[in-house]
Each structure stands twice: as structure tokens, then as C-alpha cells.
């Protein structure tokens, strides 16, 4: 009977993939003929028109209109700041960069690289710096659900042999990607806090900002790229930010211990909520204990020390228990809040977000990284027929095909980090309950199974549709683990909700991303505006 429904489930995979071989083709049609019905319209209307913007200067100012000055400034050098500069500057673009505090960072989030986003680092030049960082290959995941365990791995057959996902400390990148910048000599990394951007006539021309002595200057130059990262104080101008804090990850460090699966990262399907350890070094294991909501029980009054022993302790594997409660006991634990915000942007001509300051998701995948080199790929392409970004207007015209271009990635990313969370966490409900069991099982079930949902994860295949197809797929096999092998009217409402419940995960997260950009990006009119020309 089990046979049976797995030829089920593979026939309904055939049948979507037909749907979606059909579809392809037919918006690739579509494409073909909107793509050079605009392009004409775009060329014969003569698209842009050039001008300088013109701004006093005084004592450590500099004005894009004298030719002598930047023609980026970039806020904040966190991995999508420091990558941007070093990806712009080695175009040849004249790039400051401000950051609040060029020390190394000590973070205990941003340290697990996809695979996606190691070719995202191979593209722009960066993959040296994860390099003598004692950086860990990662080459999957093992996913623990009571007292089971199944090992996904990353379907890298087709990628070269250095291709895989990486771990390490993350101040440890970010000063690499710093250093790497700041080799460039039209690349000027500077420390101090951005306070506020200049607006002059609705266009935004530079920013203010103190330095680490306390003087205050302004900084000049045609376009301001803000990636000023979570906490950021400079994206309500830029956008429309709707932060949800679904929970708050604690942090621990184990040291000297094995993992049950060498090179993967681990995730335990704890009660209420995950608990993920991978490799930061050689010799140190991340912990990372998803705690709901957002507040945690303290942690300078021993209620987390105690929290993490009585409650967490008892459902680590028992090959890292003793590591666990040895790390506890050394008492550096510290807490982060996992933070989502879909990317709702207003144009602002001569300003753009990027980063986390543009876009969260939760954290569980390991994400971030992969959407925000994904992001800057995109962005250099689209600049690189630019020799003049003075143009301010018709620039932010051009630049809008960027939150568009972006989508597959960042989508595909986005949607399953939210989605998963949701899956992963325990819940009373015995609908949820049974999608949760699901999942597990849908994944040990190997070959397109778990390498599908693994590309996804693991940024190698972005394709919003695939994941739908997944999900649901997902939904599909729990509600045949109910009915078989005999339905019962209590177990089809189960199953009946069980979809119910898998709907409202995932459709509040793709309105939120948007339905066009992220299944039909080529309806979009900005993909196909041409690079503005300057007369």
C-alpha cells in the first residue's frame, strides 16, 4: 500500500511538471514579444535626460557635480556592505564607505553560507575570503525528530569540487571582505555613524554623519546605497518596514566535541521550537535554541542557564549533551532577535536598500547571505552600463527592474525560511502536528524528495513554483498517511485541515512577497527598461 501512494505522489509530480513545462513555454513566448514591443517604445521615446545635481561644499564635503567626488556611498560594511564596495569599486566606481564600527564583529547569526552563495561569492571575485578563516565545508543537513534521523544532502553533483556551503565565525568574513575592499584605491572605508540622508527637491544626494572623533560632515555623491543591516535606522525613509519578531535565538559555543554527521548542519525538531548546531571552526560547534516570542528568560539571573539544562538539555542528541551543558555551565550565552521583514520599498531617486536592512527572513535556513550576494550580482549587472548615475530620476527608473530581477532568490529564500519555521515548530494542533510529521517523513523518503526541497534551501535552484509544488506536496503525502489504510471521518477532517493549515503558512508569506514578481515577473514592465542614456 506504502508503494502505491509513493507512485502516487511521483504521478502527481509528473503532472505538475508538464503544467509547468507548459507554462514556461507559453510565458517564454510572451516575453519574447512584450520584450521587443518595449524596447522599441522605451528607444523611440528618448528615455532619459542629464543633469547635476548642484550642492554647496564646505570643510570635508564633497559634490558629485564638481567630477571630482564619489559616485557611491554606501552605509554600513556588514557582508552586503563590504561586498558591494569591493564588487563597485573593482568596476572602476569611485565608492565611500561608512561603517559605524570597523572592528571585528562578533555576532552568532550570519555564519552558515549556502552553496548558492558561495557561487554568489565565486562571481564577485570573493570566494578568497572565506579562506584562512578556518572555515568549515558544509555539505548538507541531518534533520532529528524523536529519536529518528535522516541526512539531506546539497545535490552539488554538477558543481565543482570546491563548491559546497561554508560555516565560520562571521566577524572573521566581514573583516576579510573589508580588507579585500579597501585594497581598491577608488575605495574609501571610513568609520562613523550615519545620522540622517540629505534630501534636496525629493532626491536624496548624500548622507550626514559623525565621525569616531565626533565631528560631523556630510558626504556627497549620486547614488546612497544603505545597508546599515537589521537595526537600521535609516530604512523608514526608504520603505515601507513591517518587522515581525517571530522568536529570539539564544547562542552557545560547544568546543571540542563531534557531531553525529562530520560537515553538516544539524536541526532538531525540539518542543516548542528548533534547535540547529553546525561548525563555526575546527574545534567550536554553533548551538543556536529557538525560543518563541520575544521575550527569553533571563540570562543574568541564571533563568536561562536553567532553562536550557532542565528543558532544552533533555532533547539534544546524547553525542553533544555533554558538550551542551558544558557550554551552558561556562556561562557565555547570549541571545539574538530573529527578525523577518518582507521587502516593500518606495523608489527614492538617488537612494537604495540592501542587505537586511531591505529584507529578513528568519533565520532557521541560513539565508540571508545567499539573498544579499544574490542581491548585489544583480545590482552590479544592472550598473554596469552606467558611466553617469547623475541622472537621478531616470535612474531610479531603470533601478526599479532590480526588485523584480531579484525575486527568484530572494523569494524562494524568503518563503521557505518563513514556511519551515512554521513546520518545524511543535504545536498543540493535531493538523499541524501531522504536517510536521510529514515534512520528516516526506524527506526521508530521499532522491527528488529531499534533494528538491535541499536546492531550494540551499539557493542552488530558486524557483518559486518548485516550491509550491513542494509544499503542497508535502500536505499531499501527510493527508495519504491519514487516510491510509483506512479513512475514517475523524482522520479526513484531520487531513482537510491539515491542508487548510499548510495554505495559511505559505500564502500570507507569497502576498507578502508579492504574487506577480514572484510567479510572473515577466508581466512587470520594469524588467525591460534599457539602461538610461546620456547625451
Known sequence: MEMVFDNYIVGTFLV????????????????????????????????????????GTGKGECSPGNGSGDEVIIVGAGVAGAALAYTLGKDGRRVHVIERDLTEPDRI????????????????????????????????????????NTKLSYPLEKFQADVSGRSFHNGRLIQRMREKA????????????????IEEKGTIIGVQYKTKDGEELRAYAPLTIVCD???????????????????????????NCELPFSNHGHVILA???????????????????DVPGKKVPSVANGEMANHLKTVVAQQVPPELRDAFIAAVDKGNIRTMP????????????????????????????????????SDIVVLRDLLRPLHNLHDAASLTSYLESFYTLRKPVASTINTLAGALYK?????????????????FDY??????????????????????????????AVAIYGVGRLLLPFPSFQRMWIGARLISSASGIIFPIIKAEGVRQMFFPATVPAVYRAPPVVN
Open 338 to 373: 530573529n527578525r523577518s521583514m518582507p521587502a516593500d520599498p518606495h523608489p527614492t531617486p538617488g537612494a537604495l536598500l540592501m542587505g537586511d536592512a531591505f529584507n529578513m527572513r528568519h533565520p532557521l535556513t541560513g539565508g540571508g547571505m545567499t539573498v544579499a550576494l
Open 182 to 197: 579597501a585594497t581598491l584605491p577608488n575605495v574609501k572605508l571610513e568609520q562613523g555613524t550615519v545620522t540622517s540622508l
Open 109 to 148: 547569526v550570519g555564519e552558515l553560507l549556502q552553496p548558492g552563495g558561495y557561487l554568489k561569492l565565486v562571481e564577485l571575485g570573493l570566494e578568497d575570503c572565506v579562506e584562512d578563516i578556518d572555515a568549515q565545508r558544509v555539505f548538507g543537513y541531518a534533520l532529528f525528530k524523536d529519536g529518528r
Open 423 to 439: 513546520v518545524f515548530s511543535a504545536s498543540p494542533d493535531e493538523a499541524r502536528k501531522e504536517m510536521r510529521q510529514a515534512c
Open 16 to 55: 505538475s511538471l508538464f503544467a509547468f513545462l507548459f507554462l514556461f513555454i507559453l510565458r517564454r513566448y510572451n516575453n519574447n514579444n512584450n520584450d521587443n514591443n518595449t524596447r522599441k517604445k522605451r528607444f523611440e521615446k528618448g528615455y532619459s535626460r542629464e543633469f547635476k545635481i548642484q550642492t
Open 443 to 472: 524527506l526521508s523518503l530521499g532522491g527528488i524528495f529531499s534533494t528538491g526541497p535541499v536546492a531550494l534551501l540551499s539557493g542552488l535552484n530558486p524557483r518559486p513554483l518548485s516550491l509550491v509544488l513542494h509544499f503542497f
Open 229 to 255: 543591516g537589521c537595526f537600521s535606522n535609516l530604512r523608514r525613509s526608504l520603505c515601507n518596514p513591517k518587522v515581525d519578531v517571530p522568536s529570539c535565538f539564544v547562542g552557545l559555543v560547544l568546543e
Open 271 to 289: 518542543d516548542p521550537s528548533p534547535i540547529l548546531f553546525y561548525p563555526i571552526s575546527s574545534t567550536e560547534v554553533r548551538c543556536l535554541v
